[in-house]
């Protein structure tokens, strides 16, 4: 028996014109899918940046040393330092430069182990307002450097653990966290600088430093050869040191440049006579210079 659908269906011919108009829509069906999944990939990046209020391009957190040997000159040059370097064209630039265009700081103040003091709390930076705002509090509630009697000895693995700490319970997303070191001494209080480097980089933390002088009399001859060995670490890590007092400002203001950007440092070779700012990075293989 013949039923009567099943003639028709026998009986319905498609066309050439047909087969491809559905072809037609179905890639357009696929073309449309393919978009719709391309754009919300897209933007998610830019929904989770949105929906978090705290996201920064780095988190950085400036320890000062203010142990017994830091003096009012240097306490002046590393408060002073910083301040302008917050105030500066360069650095405001390197913000704004940047995905958030915001960055968080942090300054804190240490010596021996348990030794600390919050200058300035994480605090979010994204325009001029801000930065003059954080560059006024450290310059008026900073360490001066004239009560240094009783003050503590340096732990260099105290300033990396506080400052890991910090930066662990800070709020918010952060695509680089810089642990940025500022000193004249080398470890002589409190546990070893390896272990508390070692956790540090496991967390992805990076630590840089700045060398307030060239040498530590009795201990070594070579301070930034020593924080490049013992205390840096992490990918594009570098030691920056300062040629003399008066040249703090502007190592610290190329030094925040390069870790605001993410940059890696550019040098040259040192010329004898000129006022130098001398820079190592963590490579053994990779000699140090003048920077650029």
């Known amino acids: 028996m013949i ?31 393919a978009g719709i999944l391309t754009t919300v990939v897209l933007a998610l990046p830019c929904s989770a940046a949105a929906s978090d209020p705290e996201a920064v391009d780095a988190a950085i957190v400036l320890a000062v040393d203010t ?23 360069e650095v405001r630039a390197a913000i ?19 030794e600390l003091n919050t200058v300035l709390p994480w605090t979010k930076l994204c325009n001029e307002s801000d930065l003059e705002a954080a560059a006024d509090v450290i310059l008026n509630r900073g360490d001066n450097g004239l009560e240094r009697k009783g003050r503590g000895r340096t732990s260099l693995s105290f300033a990396i653990d506080i400052s890991a700490f910090l930066l662990e319970r800070r709020p918010g997303h952060a695509n680089r966290k810089i642990i940025d070191l500022s000193s004249n001494g080398t470890n002589n209080d409190g546990p070893p600088v390896a272990r508390s480097r ?26 930034p050869g020593y924080y490049r060995q013992e205390l840096i670490g992490g990918a594009g890590s570098f030691v ?29 070779d040192c010329v004898s006579g000129q006022s130098l700012v001398l820079v190592m990075p963590v490579s053994s293989e990779t000699k140090a210079g003048c920077l650029q």
């Open 198 to 223: 070692q956790a540090a980089l496991e967390k992805g933390y990076v630590i840089n430093a700045i060398a307030i002088s060239r040498s530590e009399p009795g201990v070594t001859r070579d301070l």
């Open 3 to 33: 039923r009567w659908r099943d003639l028709v269906r026998s009986t319905v011919v498609h066309s050439p014109v047909d087969d491809a108009r559905r072809r037609n829509r179905r890639r357009m069906v696929m073309s449309l899918v």
């Open 67 to 89: 142990s017994s040997s830091i003096d009012p000159a240097k306490a002046d040059s590393q408060r002073q330092g910083h301040a302008a370097a917050l105030r500066s064209h």
């Open 240 to 268: 920056i040191a300062p040629d003399g007092i008066e040249d703090y400002v502007v190592a610290m203001r190329r030094k925040l440049v390069l870790e605001i950007a993410g940059l890696t440092p550019r040098f040259t």
């Open 96 to 114: 704004e430069g940047g995905a958030t265009g915001c960055i968080a700081i942090t300054y804190v103040e240490w010596a021996s182990v348990g």
